[in-house]
């Protein structure tokens, strides 16, 4: 009898406090050459539980109707052989995946703004998006992935053709029977048409939250909360959890000011503002239970060579945020 009580004390105390399994993700990314379970290994050290493996797709400007995609001159990683290795290896490890195929603009220009100039051409795009997303829909049914993200910050695109996306999800449900989301960026996430038909509303979570050089966990989570507010209100309207698709801070000064962006600059490490801002994010929001996690924005698989307390770039290998996000994923594995 007395141990009954203890179970059921545990349990109700477990329950009252909130704690319960999140998505504590790493956003792994595509490597070069092969990769071995060695590289996998520092994902189980910093808690990681699951990864979003991603393949890509490449454009040559924002008016080019034709995606490339797993061609012999891209990545291993980022073709379907390299994809599929990759899931393996991450499987094996116990690290559950997210498949999150990307588009990548030449020159690095933002997706969001892929507009075609003429009817011809948006079917043209809808026809290569669709042979692009579907290829990896197959392969991610055929890996047994629990979530596939459908588009990353692809607004223009999904604004002005709803129609499309409304097929596109229903093709893409007839050939995978996992969880769906979409990545829409943070400033265009209450705009996406099509929710309600899919299982989790993603949002790569690079909202401003801060104008200081280094702003402390305080001032950080304050600076949440109109964002926070926005979030909640469309979670209840909608009625789907939330998933940070992404998210992440670089090593610099004024981090918090616009997290998106990733011009490279020299200098200005500010090791401090990342573990703020990473440790604020979390507390903000992993307790919600409406919030089911994210994905870390990134991780390479060359561990030993990469980051460092130099790096100013997003990051967070060899760096005191590691340590950091390891003691997060800790608390609701």
């Not at 991450?90 to 990548?104: A, E, R, Y």
């Not at 703020?276 to 991780?299: D, I, Q, R, S």
Request: include cysteine; hydrophobic fraction near 40%; aromatic fraction near 14%.
């Amino acid at each position: 009898m007395k141990h009954l009580f203890i179970l059921l004390f545990i349990l109700i105390c477990s329950s009252c406090s909130g704690q319960r399994s999140k998505i504590n993700g790493i956003s792994f990314v595509g490597s070069p050459k092969e990769i071995n379970e060695s590289h996998i290994d520092p994902l189980v050290n910093v808690n990681a539980n699951w990864a979003a493996v991603m393949p890509f797709g490449f454009v040559k400007n924002l008016k080019e109707p034709t995606v490339v995609f797993n061609v012999e001159k891209q990545w291993w990683g980022e073709r379907v052989d390299g994809a599929k290795r990759t899931i393996d290896l991450l499987n094996q490890k116990g690290i559950k995946v997210m498949m999150k195929p990307q588009i990548w603009v030449w020159r690095g220009e933002f997706t969001g703004n892929i507009a075609m100039d003429s009817e011809q051409n948006w079917q043209t795009l809808e026809k290569s998006y669709k042979d692009f997303i579907m290829l990896y829909a197959q392969l991610a049914q055929e890996m047994k992935v629990p979530i596939l993200c459908i588009g990353t910050e692809l607004y223009t695109f999904v604004q002005k053709r709803p129609k499309y996306w409304n097929q596109l999800i229903q093709k893409i449900r007839a050939v995978y029977k996992g969880k769906l989301t979409y990545a829409e960026n943070w400033d265009q996430f209450v705009n996406v048409p099509f929710w309600n038909q899919l299982d989790y509303i993603g949002i790569d979570a690079y909202f401003p939250v801060s104008n200081s050089k280094t702003p402390t966990v305080d001032a950080l989570r304050k600076g949440w909360q109109s964002h926070k507010n926005k979030i909640k209100a469309l979670q209840k309207t909608v009625g789907k959890p939330i998933l940070f698709t992404e998210f992440g801070y670089r090593s610099i000064h004024y981090t918090g000011k616009e997290p998106w962006d990733s011009n490279r600059i020299e200098g200005y490490v500010d090791l401090n503002a990342q573990n703020n801002a990473l440790t604020a994010l979390h507390k903000e929001f992993w307790t919600e239970p409406w919030f089911v996690g994210g994905f870390l924005w990134k991780w390479y698989h060359n561990h030993d060579q990469v980051g460092g307390v130099d790096n100013n770039r997003f990051t967070i290998q060899n760096k005191p945020s590691e340590k950091i996000i390891k003691e997060l994923y800790s608390v609701y594995k």
